[in-house]
């Protein structure tokens, strides 16, 4: 079982920054997929940014231009960073780590406000 802890996030001004930290108890650069997603109050969980096998990355279209993501070895991370902060961009924030062989892991959710 793959173990995640979620730090950062919190209340943010609006065209403020954001950066999101989750430590993985597996070597970050041996999954298949790390990666950040977000659920809205009323709305599906939708991914942010993904990082897969072969340093793939994906992001929905709403962050691109404004979003930064990356794996840190000291750490043992994946690590978000989200630049000009909308009121749209509230929402609870959730690790995914698929390792190769077992299911995906998901973090416990931090929350990120985005005050007008």
């Known amino acids: 079982q793959v173990q995640l802890v979620e730090s950062g996030g919190g209340l943010v001004q609006a065209g403020g920054s954001l950066s999101l930290s989750c430590a993985a108890s597996?070597?970050?650069?041996?999954?298949?997929?790390a990666g950040w997603y977000r659920q809205a109050p009323g709305k599906e969980r939708e991914l942010v940014a993904r990082?897969?096998?072969?340093?793939?990355?994906n992001y929905a279209d709403s962050v691109k231009g404004r979003v930064n993501i990356f794996r840190t070895g000291g750490k043992n991370s994946v690590d978000l960073r989200l630049d000009s902060l909308k009121p749209e961009d509230t929402a609870a924030y959730y690790c995914?780590?698929?390792?190769?062989?077992?299911?995906?892991?998901w973090g416990q959710g931090i929350q990120v406000t985005v005050s007008s």
């Open positions: 597996v070597n970050i650069y041996s999954v298949a997929e």
């Open positions: 995914k780590i698929v390792p190769h062989d077992a299911d995906a892991t």
């Open positions: 990082i897969r096998t072969g340093s793939r990355t």
